[in-house]
T-cell receptor
């Protein structure tokens, strides 16, 4: 079974631009979560989608948004990029979110904002 | 809200020596506990998790962890490490009731020959 895939793997943008990251979950998984990983803040939960609905959200500004499609693929969008948005963005999928279910992580998209 | 503290940011150890990576958590509700490993330029991989039942949990690659409710700890151990265990290790907690997932800051394990 194929793992979680994320595209693109690397991205360079400039301040003020917007960016869209994509995540394809493991087949059959309906929950997709997004995390931001930085050296200073560590791993932080962004949001989680299940059956095309956002069910959980971390403490991030409204510039960070996402969506999930009927095939469970998910996209994350960051508008008006800031230097501090430079990070590794990780996507994870699971059958459901919570209830102790294991999350399977993708390799991440490394975003550099100049 | 819950929080996770990994007490050591870096742990150097020689090959075939035992290792313990420490994790303490704080939460007002019951939680699930996880240990993940991250190799360079990769995502996170689950090592083991505690849901309920036996407090000693065995995971992949010879790792195990013990849940101690009174000390709110979930330390990760391996009796004999290999060079290939060099990686970043993350402890995480997930609350029962609100699906709030929190990660520790990570411990960088470096195994030396």
């Amino acid at each position: 079974k194929a793992g979680v895939t994320q595209t693109p793997r690397y991205l360079i943008k400039t301040r003020g631009q917007q960016v869209t990251l994509s995540c394809s979950p493991i087949s059959g998984h309906r929950s997709v979560s997004w995390y931001q990983q930085t050296p200073g803040q560590g791993l932080q939960f962004l949001f989680e989608y299940f059956s095309e609905t956002q069910r959980n959200k971390g403490n991030f500004p409204g510039r960070f948004s996402g969506r999930q499609f009927s095939n469970s693929r998910s996209e994350m969008n960051v508008s008006t990029l800031e230097l501090g948005d430079s990070a590794l963005y990780l996507c994870a999928s699971s059958l459901v979110f919570g209830q102790g279910e294991t999350q399977y992580f993708g390799p991440g998209t490394r975003l550099l904002v100049l | 809200a819950q929080s996770v503290t990994q007490l050591d940011s870096q742990v150097p150890v020689f090959e075939e020596a035992p290792v313990e990576l420490r994790c303490n958590y704080s939460s007002s509700v019951s939680v699930y506990l996880f240990w993940y490993v991250q190799y360079p330029n990769q995502g996170l991989q689950l090592l083991l998790k505690y849901l309920s039942g036996s407090t000693l949990v065995k995971g992949i690659n010879g790792f195990e962890a013990e849940f101690n409710k009174s000390q709110t700890s979930f330390h990760l151990r391996k009796p004999s490490v290999h060079i290939s265990d060099t990686a970043e290790y993350f402890c995480a907690v997930l609350s029962y009731n609100n699906n709030d997932m929190r990660f520790g800051a990570g411990t960088r394990l470096t195994v030396k020959p």
